[in-house]
C-alpha cells in the first residue's frame, strides 16, 4: 500500500504518482471554502482549486482519497462550511475523512480568517451525521484500510469505528 500525505498543490504529479502506482492520498484541509483555505494555508504557486484536482485525478484513476479534516468548531461545524465540504466531497471524490484538531492559538486564527468566517455552530456530531447522511458511503476513522479492504467506496461497512450520534437535529 502507497499512501502519500500531501497539501495536494500539484495536480500533475499526483496523476503521474497515480499512474505509476500511488494507491492513496490524504489531502490536509482546514477548510473547504477557499478563502479560509488561503488565509490559513498561504499557498505559494498554487491555489485551492489545484488541491481539489489532486483529489479528482485520484478518484479518476479509482484512487484511494481521504482527507485530513482540522476541526475548528464555529468554523467547521457551521452550515457554510459543509455545504462546501460536501461539494468538495461529492467532486473530489473523497472516501475517508479523519477529523482532527486544529491545534493552534484560537485567537491567532481568527485573526487570519475573513471577519465573516464564523457562524453559528451546528455541532461537530451534527455535522458528521449531516455528511453521513448525503454520503452513506464516505468513511470516517483514522487508518486507511489495507489494499485487500480497499474500494472506491473504502473500507467494508462496518470496519471503521462508528461514532455515537445523537438524534437527528429538528
Not at 479528482?56 to 464555529?74: C, D, H, I, Q, W
Not at 465573516?116 to 453521513?132: C, F, K, Q, S, Y
Request: charged residues 25%; glycine residues 8%; hydrophobic residues 40%.
Amino acid at each position: 500500500m502507497v499512501n502519500l500525505n500531501s497539501n495536494a498543490s500539484l495536480p500533475g504529479k499526483v496523476a503521474q504518482l497515480a499512474d505509476a502506482g500511488l494507491d492513496s492520498i490524504r489531502i490536509s484541509l482546514n477548510s473547504a471554502r477557499p478563502e479560509l483555505y488561503r488565509a490559513y494555508y498561504k499557498p505559494k504557486g498554487y491555489d485551492f482549486h489545484h488541491v481539489l484536482q489532486s483529489a479528482k485525478e485520484m478518484t479518476a484513476r479509482g484512487r484511494y482519497v481521504s482527507l485530513n479534516y482540522f476541526v475548528f468548531p464555529g468554523i467547521s461545524d457551521t452550515r457554510p462550511e459543509i455545504e462546501a465540504l460536501a461539494a468538495f466531497i461529492a467532486e473530489g471524490g473523497v472516501d475517508l475523512i479523519q477529523l482532527r484538531n486544529l491545534n493552534i492559538d484560537p485567537e491567532l486564527y481568527l485573526r487570519v480568517l475573513p471577519e465573516d468566517a464564523v457562524g453559528e455552530p451546528l455541532g461537530v456530531l451534527a455535522m458528521v451525521h449531516e455528511l453521513r447522511r448525503r454520503f452513506p458511503k464516505l468513511r470516517f476513522g483514522y487508518f486507511n484500510p489495507p489494499r485487500t479492504r480497499m474500494g472506491r467506496a473504502g473500507p467494508l461497512p462496518g470496519d471503521d469505528l462508528e461514532l455515537e450520534l445523537p438524534a437527528e437535529p429538528a
